[in-house]
């Protein structure tokens, strides 16, 4: 018997969520919560969820396994997907569900968007977020490609800052990751390759994480944790890995407008 002991460590995030299940039938779908214990666990690289008396397991994901996402909605909703398996839970608030969705990206799994989006308010076919088989999302590149574009001339400089600390999903060499950037069209800067968590955290991240810590302390999260820096080279606001570049274009206009 598998239980919540057996399957923490020190990299481990344990806690209460709701589980939501669906059913469906003939007349309609019907839905039930039920409170559960959620270990994600990044060494391993899984999610396991406990009944609420810590003894049952009912379910568990491997993220090394198989391609494995989580997308949140504005409900406090959030969805596991692992190839074919899915999980939904339910957060008590905005604050507990940014904290497991961290977590989640932590065990393994990648951002996914589509959940957050209301398909009837989009102005066009190209706002829409696509996925491809590996549950990949090229949300980040693809939007801080268009603010480059937008606001370069008035100022903005977008530096990024390559690092394989997460999860292994940045394994190439510096060439490599240049020839992928070029794929959308990047011509701001790219960084060589180096960490920004540990003992070889690279001065500039050090300097960052110092003045603008993050949900969970200053450690860096996941890849595409952004830092917003206003003129004067004084940090301005932290975004979590979830948080699109669109979604802050307002701070930008904000800081490009003062001298």
């Known amino acids: 018997m598998v239980r919540v002991t057996d399957v923490t460590d020190a990299s481990s995030v344990v806690g209460r969520l709701k589980l939501l299940t669906i059913s469906k ?38 993220c090394a396994a198989a391609p494995t996402s989580v997308e949140a909605d504005n409900s406090f909703g959030m969805q596991l997907k692992s190839g074919e398996e899915n999980i939904n839970f339910i957060a008590e608030n905005s604050t507990e569900q940014t904290s497991w969705i961290e977590a989640f990206q932590r065990a393994g799994a990648t951002i996914r968007r589509a959940m957050t989006v209301d398909p009837t308010q989009l102005k066009s076919f190209f706002e829409l977020t696509s996925y491809d088989m590996q549950g990949l999302t090229k949300l ?14 008035q100022g903005l400089q977008i530096l990024a800052y390559p690092c394989n600390q997460f999860g292994g999903q940045e394994p190439g060499t510096n060439a490599e990751i240049l020839e992928f950037a070029a794929g959308f069209g ?18 500039v991240f050090t300097y960052l994480k110092s003045k603008l810590t993050g949900t969970l302390g200053s450690s860096i ?11 004067q080279g004084q940090p301005f606001k932290r975004y979590s890995p979830q948080t699109a570049p669109f979604d802050f274009e307002a701070d930008i206009v904000e800081l490009l407008s003062k001298q």
């Open 186 to 203: 990047a011509k701001f800067p790219i960084f060589e390759k180096a960490d920004v968590n540990g003992d070889n955290t690279q001065p």
């Open 25 to 62: 039938g003939f007349f309609g779908s019907s839905k039930k919560t039920e409170p559960v214990v959620v270990v994600a666990n990044s060494t391993q690289q899984k999610v396991f969820v406990f009944d609420s008396t810590e003894q049952v397991n009912k379910q568990t994901l491997d």
């Open 140 to 153: 980040n590149y693809t939007q801080l490609v268009e603010l480059d574009n937008k606001y370069r001339d």
């Open 221 to 231: 999260k996941w890849n595409f944790t952004k830092f917003l820096v206003d003129r």
